[in-house]
C-alpha cells in the first residue's frame, strides 16, 4: 500500500523556518515526481513546489519561489520542503504527493499524504 | 492557467444526478484531473487524463471533455459522495485548481 507521512509542521513566528519531510513507503520512490499542495484554512487548493524522481528538474509557486525549496533523498524514501521567511498567508495544511500515474505519462496528484498544519503568526 | 468551476455549490438529494463543470483559460489538452475532498480530510484523486478513473473509483463517476471544457458527472449521488470537488489542470506550470465545487444534501 502507498503511504504518504508528512512530518514538521507546527507554530512559527511570521519571518521564521519550518521544515516539513514527507516519509513514502510502498512504492518505488526514486522513480516518481512529488509535490507539495497546501490548503489555507476554510480556502481551496494551491501547488507549492514539484521534484522529479532524480531532482534534475524543481518547479515553484510564484508565491514561494525564493523563499521554499523542496528537495529529496532517494535512500531514504523522503522528500522534503525547507520553508523560510514564513508569511501568515503561508498559514495552511501541508500535503505531500505522489505524482502520476507517471508510468503512463500522466502527471496528476496521485496520491496524497494526510498533510501536516503550518501556522505562521505572532 | 485560470480553472473556472460552476456550479460553486450544488444541492441535490441521494440517486439524483450530478453535473459539474470545469473550464480552463487556454486548452490544457487532456491534462485534467478531478479530485474529491471530505471535511477533515485529504483530497482523493478521482479522474485523470480527463476521462480515466483512478484505481478503486467507482464506475459512476466519469469525467469527460478535452481542450478548455470539462464535465465530472456523478451518475446516481450515493451518501458518501457529498464532498467537495476540485478540477486541477496538469499541462502547465503552475499547476492550478479550480476553485472548488461543493455538492450538498438537499
Known amino acids: 500500500e502507498v503511504q504518504l507521512l508528512e512530518s514538521g509542521g507546527g507554530l512559527v513566528q511570521p519571518g521564521g523556518s519550518l521544515r516539513l519531510s514527507c516519509a513514502a513507503s510502498g512504492f518505488t520512490f526514486k522513480n516518481y515526481a512529488m509535490a507539495w499542495v497546501r490548503q489555507a484554512p476554510g480556502r481551496g487548493l494551491e501547488w507549492v513546489t514539484a521534484i522529479t524522481g532524480s531532482s534534475s528538474g524543481t518547479y515553484y509557486a510564484d508565491s514561494v519561489r525564493g523563499r521554499f525549496t523542496i528537495s529529496r533523498d532517494n535512500s531514504k524514501n523522503t522528500v522534503y520542503m525547507q520553508m523560510n521567511n514564513l508569511r501568515g498567508d503561508d498559514t495552511a495544511v501541508y500535503y505531500c504527493?505522489?505524482?502520476?500515474?507517471?508510468?503512463?505519462?500522466?502527471?496528476?496528484?496521485?496520491?496524497w499524504g494526510q498533510g501536516t498544519m503550518v501556522t505562521a503568526s505572532s | 492557467t485560470v480553472m473556472t468551476q460552476s456550479p460553486a455549490t450544488l444541492s441535490v438529494s441521494p440517486g439524483e444526478r450530478v453535473t459539474l463543470s470545469c473550464r480552463a483559460s487556454?486548452?490544457?489538452?487532456?491534462?485534467l484531473a478531478w479530485y474529491q475532498q471530505k471535511p477533515g480530510q485529504a483530497p482523493r484523486l478521482l479522474i485523470y487524463?480527463?476521462?480515466a478513473r483512478a484505481t478503486g473509483i467507482p464506475i459512476r463517476f466519469r469525467g469527460s471533455g478535452s481542450g478548455t471544457e470539462f464535465t465530472l458527472t456523478i451518475s446516481s449521488l450515493q451518501s458518501e459522495d457529498f464532498a467537495v470537488y476540485f478540477c486541477q489542470q496538469y499541462n502547465y506550470w503552475p499547476r492550478t485548481f479550480g476553485q472548488g465545487a461543493k455538492v450538498e444534501i438537499k
Open positions: 504527493v505522489k505524482i502520476g500515474p507517471e508510468e503512463i505519462g500522466e502527471y496528476a496528484f496521485e496520491i
Open positions: 487524463a480527463a476521462s
Open positions: 487556454q486548452s490544457v489538452n487532456s491534462k
